[in-house]
Each structure stands twice: as structure tokens, then as C-alpha cells.
């Protein structure tokens, strides 16, 4: 009997155990299984002193501790004869000089001699740069690297490193696929979640400095004098972890909560609002990060409801907030259905205001010119404005993607597009230098990225998902590392350091986004799918009052051919780029379809036609994702079974999808080509009609 009970208690601990695996993201600090490396590790860090005693220094102080007596598995000392010292610049006098190199949020790890003593600095020029350091030092023993000989300093390239957060005030996430909003409106000020603490410390851990709370399609209560306190209250568990709180602002505020009877940017009541509105934020928030605006875009409003201009807007607000060190994100996502080309718009709208915004506005610009696509070029207008700081925004939700259900792993996007050369001042001006701010000698410069995040007790849903959040936060900090570097690093942390399953994981990651790229919009197709939720095909979609929200507006297909002729001959989007990038994407048959009507018949590099390559490329998408699934078959039993039974039902439903993806498209497109399949391909498990009938009203995210 004894024996059953002790067997049902393992079983509890293990079951418990491994549902908290998940809750506790890259951050796990298991013990070291290899007991050469655990040898060492516990030889060069007997004991650790940390100097220093502000809030952050306490999260360093806890951070290690359970960090070390996880991964060491023995509780470590904290005492004065420290062989692992911990502290700003002044506590180590030796190390002055190194203070030029390392900036505000820098960090130094260095071996090194103190008074005869072989030890271990961890050091920066702030406190938030030591927390930095910190992580990095655990990251460093927790995916099984020597410590025995560091030099590192480590300095962010970008300034601002943030999540847009699209939760709204009820806590329905838009386009969130991982439960609801993580804030608790109702019950803050006053009851402050331990996950508002995890989630700061999370953001820590890979470097992310802000977030911004609510929806861009924001509502104006998060500004009234109730709900500031409860940003407030956020904003105090974040500050110890380097996290700034940011809101998105409703441009008509002034008129919903203020009284006021009009938002005229250039109106002086509405101006002297918007000043006492900053005077009360920065009075609960001394450090509030600032604005970030959606502005006549998708229905919200702005300044050209007054024709005024998105600067006249931007700098209406970044007056107010300027005076407290508060910015202003002024979002260039805009489109209208009077454009010719629905990619053409926001170069046309913010390419002239270039040089007309304040010192403390950033331009937000989505990636690409539509909307977060599975591929798209790199938006034209981010080799368009030297003289405004441009702010990248990505997208970690996956709206176009998959959305909760498919493994994707994002971060060779985020490198295409921060690799893609704009040829703004010659060669080597890439997007990475002109966001990082280093083409053009801006003080500003973030990444920000709409964060994947909500209540569900693994954070994004996806296990993968975790491993976006991830990424962001690294590029973010350091653009120079490579997709397989940051995979190797997570898969480490998350999954452990076992050989096997790091290369199996790893190789499905890397293959994941050229994957969704073919089976949903391969060669350059883009948004085709379905209306309001964005799940899954539907190229058909034809009856929406806008046409540029109309799948075919954007494949254009034909008996003659398929693709948006965006050259000369059509739309001439392509000359919002520089010629050597025009060059580029009409050479490279990934972009083929955003730039060219094509012929069905047309022979590409791979000696296939048109029609035959669209085949090929939906069916090499879902062996991809067919390939995915047998190497996750692989690893059952080196991983959690409950981690591993989730990511395997997950992978069936994505396999699934993917097939449906291709079926469907391929049946639409066929209907153009008058093409057959080609022969021994797998046959559609419905006919055109069944795939044009499924509706699902209720799909999330919308
Ligand atoms: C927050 C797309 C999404 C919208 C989103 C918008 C934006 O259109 O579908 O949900 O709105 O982008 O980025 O503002």
C-alpha cells in the first residue's frame, strides 16, 4: 500500500512537474547532465557576491541563485569569498576603462585576477546592464558552454526592443491564438498576478525593454484616470526588470473621455489635453515609455479626418510627451481603397512627411508593404526615410501563419528582412543598419513586435511559439546572429542539450518557415486567405465591398497567367525601391507573383512552367510538413510526454491544413491554367465546391 501511495506521488510530482516545464519558457534550469561540465561549473563557481542593493539587484541576487542551484543542483553561497562577482563598474576599479564599451544597457562577462583570486565578473554600467549580463551567464551554462575563459561584452544594437501588445480592455486578444489578455483589468491596481512579475522577467531574459499594453485599434478608457493606475501598477512590477510600459493612444481621446469637440492636432484645446493627459501620466509613471498610434488606418481615427497630415499628428503628441523623455510611434500600416495598389500606400502617404517629424517620433513600418505575410518584400518605405527614425514592426502572433495550431518558426523572416539590402546609400545599406540607426546617425531605433502571448499556462500556445518570443527579443538585441544560432540556444534551454533531439528540433525549425511559404503562398502569392479571421485558403474570396480586401485582387489569376503586375506595365510599385533592389526582385522568382503577371506556361529556372512550379512548390510544402512530423516521432521518449503528444497533435492538424491549403489552391488556380496536375501527384480529397462551402464563424483571433 505504502508503495502505491509513494508510486501516485511520484506520479503527481512528475505529471506537476512537467505541465510547470512549459509555464517556465527557456528559463528551466534543470541540472546539468553532464558530469564533466557540472564538475567544472561547480569548480569555477564556489560562491557569489553581489554588490549593489536597488530592485533590480535583488532580481539579480534571486535570478542566480535559483539559477545556479538549479543547474548545479547545490545550494551556492552568497558570501564575500566569491569566485562569481556581480556588480556595476564602480564596485570593480580594476575595470573602469572597460565602461566605455558598454554603454547603458551593455553588459561584460570577464575571467579574470582579483587579489590573487581566480574569479568571474559579471558587470555593466547599470544595473538593468548587470541583470543583461546575468541572463546571459545562465544562458551560457544552461545550453552547456565553457566558462572557464570569457571575454564578452555584449551592448543591444537596437534601443528599443518591445512587444505590441494587441489585447483589448475585456481581454479578447485580436489575433491572439493563446487564450486571453494576460492583463487583468478588473481586478488591477490592487491584485498584481505573479505572471505580471514572470512576464517581465521573461522579456528580461532575452533583452526586450518595453511593451505596449493595449490594441493599436485602441480604445481611449485605457487614459482615463482609473485605468492609469492600473498601468501604473504594471509598470512598478516591470521597472526592476528594465521593462517600460508604453499605451497605445486613441487619436480621438480628447473628444471621447476629454469633453472636448473635436481632436484637430492643430486645435489648442485639444493640443493643451494631450499635454495635461502626459502631466498625469508621468506623475504615476516617471519612466512611461510614450504613444504608439494607429492613425486613419482600418477605421481609426486621425489627423487627416481634419486635413492634417500624419506629422502634424505625430508631432502634436510627441510635443506633449517630449518634455518627461516620452516618444511617439506613429504607425505607417494605411490603405485606402482609392490607391491604385494597395502596396503603394504608405510609401506614398509617409515617404513626402520624411524630415517633418519631431526629434522623439518614430515611423512604425510593418515588414512588408501589405500585412505580415508568410514572405513579402521588404517595405519600400524602410530605404525611403533617412532623416526619420524607422521602427520595424513584426509580427509574433500568427495571423497569416497558421495561427495557433502550426509550427513556424519565425526567425528566418525576421533575418530576410533585416539582411535585405535598400541600397538607400549603396550597397551594404541594409534594413538591420537602417532600423539598428547606424546608416543614418539616428539617436532612436527599436524592433517592435506583436507579441503571441496570453493566459494560456505555456504563454503562446505553440511550445514552438515560445521560441518566437525568443527570437525577437535576440535579434533585437543582437542582429548579427543567425537563425540556427538562436534555434540551437532555445531548443537547448527548452528542450535540453541532448545531440539528437538538438539537430532533429533544429531541422525542423529552419525548414518550418520556407515550408508555410509553399504550402500556403508559394512564389510570391500573397493574402489569400480567408476573409476577417485570415484562416485558412480562400483565393476565391471575391465579395467584399473593398476590392484590396479581396484575395483576388492580390493573385490576379487569369486564363492568361497569374501574379500582380507591379512593373511598369502595371501598378509600378516597384519604383518606390532603387533600381539594384528592383533588379533583385524581379530576378528572384520567390518574389515572382508580388511583382509580375506570369503566364501559366512560362518556364522558370527550374525548367518547370509556371503552373507546373506552383505544384510543385504546395506539394514540397506539405512533404515538409509531413517530414516535420516523422522526426517528432523520432524523439518520443527523449521528450516530455505531454510536450511531445501536444506538439504531435498539433503537427497532425498543421500536416492537415497544409494539405488543405494546397488542394484548395491548386482546384482555384486550375481552373484558370486548364492545366492538369502533374502525373503520380497526390489527388484533392474534395472537389473545389466542398472547399468554397467550409465556413467557420467562429475561428479565433478576428
Ligand atoms: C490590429 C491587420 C490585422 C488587424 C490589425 C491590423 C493592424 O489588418 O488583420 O487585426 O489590427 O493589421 O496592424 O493594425
Redesign the pocket.
Known sequence: MKKIWSLLILMLCVFHASSQDQYTLWLRYTPVKDPALLASYRRSITAVAVTGSSPTMEVVRKELGNGLNGLLETPIPFNGNASLMVGTIPSFPALRDRSKELGTEGFLILSTVMNGRKVTVITANTDKGVLYGVFHFLRLIQTAQSIGDLNIVSVPRVKLRLLDH?DNLNRYV??GYAGISLWNWHTLPDYLDSRYTDYARYNASVGINGAVLN???ANAVILTPAYLQKVAALANVFRPYGIKVYLSARFSAPMEIGGLHTADPLNDSVRQWWQGKAKEIYALIPDFGGFLV?AN??G?PGPQSYGRTHADGANMLADAVAPYGGIVMW?A?VYDPKASDRFKQAYDEFQPLDGKFRENVMVQV?NGPI??QPREPFSPLLGAMPHTPLML?F?LTQ?YLGQGTHLVYLAPLFKEVLNADTYAQGKNSTVARTIDGSLNNHALSGIAA?ANIGNERNWTGHTFGQANWYAIGRLSWDNSLSSEQIAEEWIRQTFGNSPLLVSSIKRMMLASHEAVVNYMTPLGLHHIMGNGH?YGPAPWGNDLPRADWNPVYYHRADTNGIGFDRTVTGTNALLQYRPEVRKQFLEDEKYLLWFRHVSWGQRLRSGRTVWEELCYKYNEGVDTVRAMQSTWEQLKGLIDEERFQQVRMLLAIQAKEATWWRNACLLYFQTYSRLPFPANYEKPDHSLDEYKQLSFPYAP??
Request: net charge negative; proline share 0%; no cysteine.
Open positions: 494587441w485580436e489575433r490594441n493599436v485599434n494607429k488606418s482600418e481609426q504607425r500600416f510593418k500585412d505580415f514592426e509580427q495571423e506583436v485570415h483571433g478576428n
